[in-house]
């Protein structure tokens, strides 16, 4: 039920991942809970940082971005790995006490519509709508969203999209029973006890690390202007 696409080209950008310290342990928030494709994107760029001779890199997730940048902006983070679809990131670029450290394409994991596996012949609730299709509610977070109309099987009808602020939080509103159906992740789903219903597909995805200005060492690459008539 999964479609595949090519395989996401490797590599980080790096603006300025290279003048962060390299001793001590260095903190990655992003969004959580676990199972998000945010989560996988902070331990890649984790593993990165590892291979390239830091000490220790760890992830810690956070309810939402604006709280992974609360972290960085306090201190107690010193990266937030931000998905460029995400509709705020622009706080994150203007931010005059961040500086952007490191841009790279990540696909995330499979995406899906998902039932609680225990009870998959559970009815959804009822509410008016077309005949023969099921009428259901959907968490999703904003970001994906629109991928519930491409996966939705075509025996369902969207009642009401429920807005999360994760996928891995929409997973966790149908294991409790708030809604049957939820736009979640296969890491979710699998955390959860959730069975996809729907085929499966990766979302091809650029990510972005900030850091603080302050954790910089060394000179800052000079970005020249391009010639022509203005910008």
Known sequence: MSSTIAE???????????????????????????????????????????????????????????????????????LAVVANAYAHID???????????????????????????????????????????????????????FLVEELLPDSYEVSELMLVDSTSAAAAAVASGEVPLALTTAPAARLHNLDFVSPTRPIRMVWSAFTRADLLTGPAATIGRPVGRGW
């Open 8 to 78: 996401a080209p490797h590599g980080i950008t790096d603006t300025a991942l290279s003048r962060l310290a390299r001793t001590g342990a260095l903190t990655i928030a992003s969004l959580g809970p676990a199972g998000t494709s945010s989560e996988q994107a902070s331990r890649y760029l984790a593993g990165h940082l590892l291979s390239h001779g830091h000490e220790s890199a760890r992830v810690r997730l956070c309810g939402r971005y604006e709280e992974a940048g609360d972290l960085l902006s306090s201190g107690k983070a010193d």
């Open 91 to 145: 706080r994150f670029y203007m931010n005059p006490q961040f500086r952007l450290a490191a841009v790279f394409v990540k696909d995330t994991p499979f995406y899906g519509i998902a039932r609680a596996a225990r009870t998959p012949d559970a009815a959804p609730e009822p509410v008016a709508g077309p005949p023969g299709k099921t009428p259901v509610r959907i968490a999703t977070h904003p970001a994906p969203r």
